[in-house]
Protein backbone atom coordinates (compact mmCIF):
# COMPACT_ATOMS: atom_id res chain seq x y z
CA UNK A 1 0.00 0.00 0.00
CA UNK A 2 1.21 3.27 -0.91
CA UNK A 3 1.53 6.09 1.41
CA UNK A 4 0.68 9.22 0.19
CA UNK A 5 0.76 10.75 3.59
CA UNK A 6 3.79 13.47 2.21
CA UNK A 7 1.81 14.05 -0.51
CA UNK A 8 1.47 18.24 -1.28
CA UNK A 9 -2.09 18.76 -0.60
CA UNK A 10 -3.76 19.65 -3.89
CA UNK A 11 -5.79 23.17 -4.09
CA UNK A 12 -8.85 23.06 -2.47
CA UNK A 13 -11.54 22.92 -6.03
CA UNK A 14 -14.97 24.03 -5.54
CA UNK A 15 -17.79 21.84 -6.26
CA UNK A 16 -18.69 23.16 -9.75
CA UNK A 17 -17.16 26.49 -11.53
CA UNK A 18 -21.13 27.50 -12.16
CA UNK A 19 -22.08 26.92 -8.68
CA UNK A 20 -19.08 29.37 -7.68
CA UNK A 21 -19.97 31.75 -10.53
CA UNK A 22 -23.48 31.81 -9.41
CA UNK A 23 -22.45 32.74 -5.81
CA UNK A 24 -20.40 35.60 -7.12
CA UNK A 25 -22.85 37.33 -9.08
CA UNK A 26 -25.47 36.96 -6.31
CA UNK A 27 -23.09 38.80 -4.01
CA UNK A 28 -22.76 41.22 -6.88
CA UNK A 29 -26.24 41.96 -7.08
CA UNK A 30 -27.23 42.06 -3.35
CA UNK A 31 -24.25 44.17 -2.61
CA UNK A 32 -25.84 46.51 -5.27
CA UNK A 33 -29.43 46.59 -4.98
CA UNK A 34 -28.68 47.56 -1.21
CA UNK A 35 -26.78 50.41 -2.23
CA UNK A 36 -29.94 51.24 -4.78
CA UNK A 37 -32.12 50.80 -2.06
CA UNK A 38 -30.27 52.80 0.74
CA UNK A 39 -29.98 55.82 -2.20
CA UNK A 40 -33.95 55.61 -2.68
CA UNK A 41 -34.39 55.63 1.56
CA UNK A 42 -32.49 58.93 2.13
CA UNK A 43 -33.90 60.80 -1.22
CA UNK A 44 -37.86 59.72 0.04
CA UNK A 45 -36.75 60.62 3.51
CA UNK A 46 -35.27 63.77 2.22
CA UNK A 47 -38.53 64.95 0.65
CA UNK A 48 -40.49 63.81 3.37
CA UNK A 49 -38.72 65.98 6.01
CA UNK A 50 -39.09 69.26 2.83
CA UNK A 51 -42.51 68.15 2.43
CA UNK A 52 -43.39 68.32 6.54
CA UNK A 53 -41.39 71.71 6.96
CA UNK A 54 -43.07 73.09 4.05
CA UNK A 55 -46.89 71.77 4.94
CA UNK A 56 -46.28 72.57 8.75
CA UNK A 57 -45.27 76.12 8.05
CA UNK A 58 -42.10 76.10 10.06
CA UNK A 59 -40.97 79.87 10.23
CA UNK A 60 -37.59 80.64 9.32
CA UNK A 61 -34.42 79.93 11.91
CA UNK A 62 -33.17 82.75 13.81
CA UNK A 63 -29.92 81.27 13.82
CA UNK A 64 -28.11 80.28 10.32
CA UNK A 65 -26.59 77.58 12.22
CA UNK A 66 -30.01 75.55 13.02
CA UNK A 67 -30.83 76.16 9.00
CA UNK A 68 -27.36 74.43 8.60
CA UNK A 69 -28.25 71.52 10.87
CA UNK A 70 -31.66 70.93 9.26
CA UNK A 71 -30.99 71.25 5.66
CA UNK A 72 -27.94 68.63 6.72
CA UNK A 73 -30.25 66.43 8.08
CA UNK A 74 -32.63 66.26 4.82
CA UNK A 75 -29.56 66.42 2.27
CA UNK A 76 -26.54 65.11 3.81
CA UNK A 77 -27.63 61.43 3.65
CA UNK A 78 -29.14 61.44 0.47
CA UNK A 79 -25.41 62.97 -0.79
CA UNK A 80 -23.17 60.82 0.75
CA UNK A 81 -25.62 57.88 -0.75
CA UNK A 82 -25.58 59.03 -4.00
CA UNK A 83 -21.68 59.51 -3.73
CA UNK A 84 -21.80 55.45 -2.52
CA UNK A 85 -24.31 55.17 -5.88
CA UNK A 86 -21.58 56.38 -7.56
CA UNK A 87 -18.39 56.35 -6.17
CA UNK A 88 -18.20 52.02 -4.96
CA UNK A 89 -19.71 50.39 -7.97
CA UNK A 90 -16.42 52.12 -10.46
CA UNK A 91 -14.22 50.49 -8.00
CA UNK A 92 -15.17 46.97 -9.01
CA UNK A 93 -13.34 44.66 -11.11
CA UNK A 94 -16.13 44.60 -13.76
CA UNK A 95 -15.96 46.28 -17.07
CA UNK A 96 -16.52 49.59 -17.15
CA UNK A 97 -19.16 49.32 -19.76
CA UNK A 98 -21.34 47.42 -16.95
CA UNK A 99 -20.25 49.81 -14.19
CA UNK A 100 -21.12 52.78 -16.23
CA UNK A 101 -24.36 51.86 -17.08
CA UNK A 102 -25.37 51.10 -13.66
CA UNK A 103 -24.13 54.44 -12.29
CA UNK A 104 -26.23 55.82 -14.93
CA UNK A 105 -29.37 54.08 -14.30
CA UNK A 106 -29.30 53.92 -10.64
CA UNK A 107 -29.08 58.23 -11.27
CA UNK A 108 -31.35 58.55 -13.61
CA UNK A 109 -33.93 56.60 -11.62
CA UNK A 110 -33.64 58.02 -8.42
CA UNK A 111 -33.35 61.43 -9.77
CA UNK A 112 -36.76 60.81 -10.75
CA UNK A 113 -37.59 59.44 -7.90
CA UNK A 114 -36.80 62.35 -5.83
CA UNK A 115 -38.63 64.60 -8.49
CA UNK A 116 -41.98 62.74 -8.23
CA UNK A 117 -41.31 62.40 -4.13
CA UNK A 118 -40.75 66.51 -3.53
CA UNK A 119 -44.27 67.03 -6.11
CA UNK A 120 -46.01 64.51 -3.85
CA UNK A 121 -44.78 65.79 -0.36
CA UNK A 122 -43.93 69.78 -1.43
CA UNK A 123 -46.10 70.41 -4.08
CA UNK A 124 -42.83 71.10 -6.50
CA UNK A 125 -43.37 70.72 -10.02
CA UNK A 126 -40.76 67.53 -11.07
CA UNK A 127 -39.91 69.66 -14.50
CA UNK A 128 -38.89 73.08 -12.67
CA UNK A 129 -37.19 70.55 -10.31
CA UNK A 130 -35.09 68.52 -12.59
CA UNK A 131 -34.12 71.04 -14.67
CA UNK A 132 -32.38 73.28 -11.67
CA UNK A 133 -31.20 70.18 -9.90
CA UNK A 134 -30.09 68.32 -13.14
CA UNK A 135 -26.74 70.45 -14.02
CA UNK A 136 -25.51 70.22 -10.90
CA UNK A 137 -26.24 66.51 -9.84
CA UNK A 138 -24.47 65.68 -13.37
CA UNK A 139 -20.85 68.01 -12.23
CA UNK A 140 -21.61 66.36 -8.67
CA UNK A 141 -21.14 62.59 -10.33
CA UNK A 142 -18.87 62.95 -12.74
CA UNK A 143 -16.65 64.61 -10.34
CA UNK A 144 -17.07 61.28 -8.39
CA UNK A 145 -16.64 59.30 -11.40
CA UNK A 146 -13.34 60.33 -12.06
CA UNK A 147 -11.88 60.31 -8.60
CA UNK A 148 -13.54 56.77 -8.63
CA UNK A 149 -11.84 55.54 -11.79
CA UNK A 150 -8.56 57.30 -11.12
CA UNK A 151 -8.25 55.75 -7.71
CA UNK A 152 -8.95 52.65 -8.57
CA UNK A 153 -6.27 52.32 -11.71
CA UNK A 154 -3.47 54.73 -9.43
CA UNK A 155 -3.54 52.39 -6.52
CA UNK A 156 -4.52 48.96 -8.42
CA UNK A 157 -7.09 48.15 -5.80
CA UNK A 158 -10.58 46.85 -6.73
CA UNK A 159 -13.80 45.65 -4.56
CA UNK A 160 -14.61 42.48 -5.49
CA UNK A 161 -17.90 40.74 -4.06
CA UNK A 162 -17.61 37.39 -2.52
CA UNK A 163 -16.45 34.52 -4.34
CA UNK A 164 -14.16 31.37 -3.99
CA UNK A 165 -13.04 31.05 -7.30
CA UNK A 166 -11.62 34.02 -9.61
CA UNK A 167 -8.64 35.02 -11.57
CA UNK A 168 -6.00 37.44 -11.13
CA UNK A 169 -7.24 40.88 -10.80
CA UNK A 170 -6.49 42.81 -14.31
CA UNK A 171 -4.40 45.39 -15.29
CA UNK A 172 -5.61 48.54 -17.46
CA UNK A 173 -6.02 47.65 -20.95
CA UNK A 174 -6.18 49.49 -24.10
CA UNK A 175 -9.85 48.65 -23.85
CA UNK A 176 -10.60 49.64 -20.72
CA UNK A 177 -8.75 53.19 -21.64
CA UNK A 178 -11.15 53.27 -25.31
CA UNK A 179 -14.17 52.52 -23.61
CA UNK A 180 -13.54 55.46 -20.70
CA UNK A 181 -12.99 57.82 -23.95
CA UNK A 182 -16.16 56.61 -25.72
CA UNK A 183 -18.20 56.84 -22.41
CA UNK A 184 -16.72 60.37 -21.31
CA UNK A 185 -17.59 61.57 -24.90
CA UNK A 186 -20.72 60.19 -24.90
CA UNK A 187 -21.68 61.36 -21.59
CA UNK A 188 -20.29 65.24 -21.94
CA UNK A 189 -22.29 64.83 -25.55
CA UNK A 190 -25.35 64.21 -24.02
CA UNK A 191 -24.39 66.91 -21.35
CA UNK A 192 -23.94 69.37 -23.95
CA UNK A 193 -27.09 68.81 -25.57
CA UNK A 194 -29.52 68.87 -22.83
CA UNK A 195 -27.53 71.76 -21.12
CA UNK A 196 -27.36 74.08 -24.27
CA UNK A 197 -29.30 76.84 -22.99
CA UNK A 198 -28.38 76.59 -19.35
CA UNK A 199 -25.80 79.07 -18.10
CA UNK A 200 -23.17 77.12 -15.48
CA UNK A 201 -23.09 79.19 -12.22
CA UNK A 202 -21.81 79.57 -8.69
CA UNK A 203 -23.88 76.28 -8.14
CA UNK A 204 -22.08 73.96 -10.23
CA UNK A 205 -18.53 74.29 -9.28
CA UNK A 206 -20.02 74.37 -5.56
CA UNK A 207 -21.33 70.95 -6.24
CA UNK A 208 -17.94 69.96 -8.36
CA UNK A 209 -16.74 71.07 -4.56
CA UNK A 210 -18.73 68.84 -3.23
CA UNK A 211 -18.12 65.94 -4.92
CA UNK A 212 -14.32 66.25 -4.44
CA UNK A 213 -14.65 65.81 -0.72
CA UNK A 214 -17.93 63.60 -0.60
CA UNK A 215 -15.01 60.85 -3.09
CA UNK A 216 -12.11 61.66 -0.63
CA UNK A 217 -14.35 60.82 2.43
CA UNK A 218 -15.71 57.85 0.46
CA UNK A 219 -12.00 56.37 -0.40
CA UNK A 220 -11.22 57.12 3.44
CA UNK A 221 -14.14 54.85 4.74
CA UNK A 222 -13.68 51.81 2.01
CA UNK A 223 -10.52 51.73 3.45
CA UNK A 224 -11.38 51.46 6.60
CA UNK A 225 -14.44 49.52 7.00
CA UNK A 226 -14.50 47.09 4.03
CA UNK A 227 -11.21 44.12 4.50
CA UNK A 228 -8.51 43.61 2.43
CA UNK A 229 -8.79 39.76 -0.03
CA UNK A 230 -5.27 39.54 -0.91
CA UNK A 231 -1.96 38.33 1.21
CA UNK A 232 0.85 40.78 1.36
CA UNK A 233 4.06 38.99 -0.62
CA UNK A 234 6.24 40.12 2.01
CA UNK A 235 5.57 37.19 4.55
CA UNK A 236 8.28 38.89 6.78
CA UNK A 237 5.93 41.62 7.70
CA UNK A 238 4.37 41.54 11.14
CA UNK A 239 0.60 40.96 11.70
CA UNK A 240 -1.31 44.55 12.81
CA UNK A 241 -2.18 44.52 16.50
CA UNK A 242 -5.54 45.29 17.74
CA UNK A 243 -3.97 48.61 19.20
CA UNK A 244 -2.35 49.81 16.16
CA UNK A 245 -5.83 48.76 13.61
CA UNK A 246 -8.05 50.71 16.02
CA UNK A 247 -5.52 54.05 15.44
CA UNK A 248 -5.68 53.40 11.49
CA UNK A 249 -9.39 53.01 11.83
CA UNK A 250 -9.64 55.90 14.60
CA UNK A 251 -7.33 58.11 11.90
CA UNK A 252 -8.97 57.59 8.94
CA UNK A 253 -12.62 58.59 10.47
CA UNK A 254 -10.94 61.39 11.87
CA UNK A 255 -9.58 62.53 8.00
CA UNK A 256 -12.98 61.53 7.07
CA UNK A 257 -15.04 64.02 9.10
CA UNK A 258 -12.97 66.85 8.95
CA UNK A 259 -13.12 66.64 5.37
CA UNK A 260 -16.82 66.64 5.84
CA UNK A 261 -16.89 69.37 8.32
CA UNK A 262 -14.41 71.66 6.88
CA UNK A 263 -16.49 71.49 3.23
CA UNK A 264 -20.16 71.88 5.30
CA UNK A 265 -18.46 74.82 7.54
CA UNK A 266 -17.23 76.33 3.96
CA UNK A 267 -20.21 76.38 2.14
CA UNK A 268 -21.91 77.72 5.17
CA UNK A 269 -19.62 80.89 5.48
CA UNK A 270 -19.91 80.84 1.44
CA UNK A 271 -23.77 81.10 1.64
CA UNK A 272 -23.75 83.66 4.46
CA UNK A 273 -20.80 85.99 3.85
CA UNK A 274 -21.57 88.55 6.41
CA UNK A 275 -20.01 86.14 9.07
CA UNK A 276 -16.72 86.78 7.65
CA UNK A 277 -16.26 90.39 7.82
CA UNK A 278 -13.38 92.05 9.62
CA UNK A 279 -13.00 92.70 12.37
CA UNK A 280 -15.75 90.08 13.65
CA UNK A 281 -17.92 90.93 16.53
CA UNK A 282 -18.79 89.24 19.57
CA UNK A 283 -21.89 87.78 17.96
CA UNK A 284 -20.34 86.76 14.71
CA UNK A 285 -17.65 84.84 16.61
CA UNK A 286 -20.34 83.25 18.47
CA UNK A 287 -22.19 82.10 15.36
CA UNK A 288 -19.30 80.83 13.73
CA UNK A 289 -18.97 78.56 16.62
CA UNK A 290 -22.55 77.58 16.08
CA UNK A 291 -21.86 76.62 12.25
CA UNK A 292 -18.59 74.58 13.05
CA UNK A 293 -20.97 72.80 15.51
CA UNK A 294 -23.72 72.52 13.33
CA UNK A 295 -20.68 70.99 10.41
CA UNK A 296 -19.91 68.44 13.12
CA UNK A 297 -23.18 67.65 13.00
CA UNK A 298 -23.29 67.00 9.19
CA UNK A 299 -20.15 65.10 8.87
CA UNK A 300 -21.75 62.64 11.42
CA UNK A 301 -24.41 62.46 9.46
CA UNK A 302 -22.73 61.91 6.17
CA UNK A 303 -20.18 59.53 8.08
CA UNK A 304 -23.50 57.07 9.21
CA UNK A 305 -24.78 57.36 5.86
CA UNK A 306 -21.25 56.28 4.20
CA UNK A 307 -21.28 53.74 6.82
CA UNK A 308 -24.55 51.93 6.57
CA UNK A 309 -23.88 51.69 2.40
CA UNK A 310 -20.28 50.27 3.19
CA UNK A 311 -21.64 47.85 6.07
CA UNK A 312 -23.97 46.27 4.17
CA UNK A 313 -21.83 45.29 1.05
CA UNK A 314 -19.09 44.15 3.42
CA UNK A 315 -22.33 42.03 4.85
CA UNK A 316 -22.42 41.21 1.35
CA UNK A 317 -18.93 39.67 0.95
CA UNK A 318 -17.29 41.81 -0.74
CA UNK A 319 -13.28 43.03 -0.14
CA UNK A 320 -10.32 44.64 -1.49
CA UNK A 321 -8.33 43.54 -3.74
CA UNK A 322 -4.89 44.85 -4.85
CA UNK A 323 -3.29 43.68 -8.08
CA UNK A 324 0.14 44.28 -6.88
CA UNK A 325 -0.16 41.49 -4.03
CA UNK A 326 -0.10 39.10 -6.74
CA UNK A 327 2.47 37.08 -9.04
CA UNK A 328 2.23 35.59 -12.32
CA UNK A 329 0.74 32.27 -10.21
CA UNK A 330 -2.51 33.39 -8.92
CA UNK A 331 -2.85 35.05 -5.78
CA UNK A 332 -0.54 36.23 -3.51
CA UNK A 333 1.43 33.68 -1.77
CA UNK A 334 -0.45 31.01 -3.56
CA UNK A 335 1.31 27.82 -5.16
CA UNK A 336 -1.00 27.27 -8.08
CA UNK A 337 0.03 26.92 -11.28
CA UNK A 338 -0.59 29.31 -14.11
CA UNK A 339 -2.50 26.41 -16.25
CA UNK A 340 -4.92 26.04 -12.79
CA UNK A 341 -7.68 29.00 -11.88
CA UNK A 342 -6.19 31.03 -9.24
CA UNK A 343 -8.18 31.10 -5.76
CA UNK A 344 -9.24 33.35 -4.18
CA UNK A 345 -7.87 34.45 -0.60
CA UNK A 346 -11.81 34.78 0.51
CA UNK A 347 -12.30 33.39 4.09
CA UNK A 348 -13.98 30.59 3.48
CA UNK A 349 -11.60 29.15 0.71
CA UNK A 350 -8.58 29.38 3.12
CA UNK A 351 -10.47 27.66 5.62
CA UNK A 352 -11.18 24.59 3.70
CA UNK A 353 -7.94 24.80 2.42
CA UNK A 354 -6.58 24.96 5.72
CA UNK A 355 -8.76 22.02 6.90
CA UNK A 356 -7.92 19.54 4.40
CA UNK A 357 -3.99 20.06 5.10
CA UNK A 358 -5.02 19.75 8.41
CA UNK A 359 -6.59 16.34 7.54
Request: glycine share 6%; aromatic share 10%.
Amino acid sequence: MTDNSDATPKPHAPDSLLGVRLLDWRSLAFGLLGMVAWLGVCVVWGAAVLGFLSSNSVPQPSSHALLIAIVGVMCTPMIAAFGLAVFVPLLLFQRLAFTAVFVAGTVIVNLLLMAIALSLFDAVPSSRFIKDITPLLFGFCVTLSVFATASQWITSKSLRPQMKVASAPRHVSIRDLMGLMFATALIFGIARFAFREVSVGADFYIAIGFGIATAVIISTMVKTIIPFNAIPIDGNRKPATRSGRNFRIALHLLAAGTVAAATTFAWALWIEVRFVLWPLRWNQVVEMAALAAASVFNAALMLASVSVGLFWIRRCGWTIQSSRQTTARGEAGSSVEPSVVAYAETDSARSTAETDKSA
